[in-house]
Nanobody, 124 residues
């Protein structure tokens, strides 16, 4: 199994940028397809984006297309989420997850391992 730790969250003004990191350990990071999810207070967890094991394929939720970019460095066992043009509605706890089996990439139940999350707060 793989352990995941997120970092890079914080407080930023609307229109600003943040780069989140998801560091993996304990297993071969490169074999996992990976995803980012977020959950705001009082709301359900929602899919943000996905990257396949090789970093070739990425998919994004409609509300982040053109603003967020997912990448990964398997040599460093790390996945990234570059967030630009942030909006107050992007405020949430952001979590990374590793997917070792089948299932839809946009569904949280398809993922096997999760990090603890990092808080992103965007002020207006």
């Amino acid at each position: 199994q793989v352990q995941l730790v997120e970092s890079g969250g914080g407080l930023v003004q609307a229109g600003g940028s943040l780069r989140l990191s998801c560091a993996g350990s304990g297993s071969t990071f490169s074999i996992y397809n990976m995803g980012w999810f977020r959950q705001a207070p009082g709301k359900e967890r929602e899919f943000v984006g996905y990257i396949n094991w090789g970093g070739v394929s990425t998919y994004y939720a409609d509300f982040v297309k053109g603003r967020f970019t997912i990448s990964r460095d398997n040599a460093e066992n790390t996945m990234y989420l570059q967030m630009n043009s942030l909006k107050p509605e992007d405020t949430a706890m952001y979590s990374c997850a590793a997917k070792a089996r089948g299932g839809n990439y946009y569904e949280a139940r398809s993922y096997d391992y999760w990090g603890q999350g990092t808080q992103v707060t965007v002020s207006s």
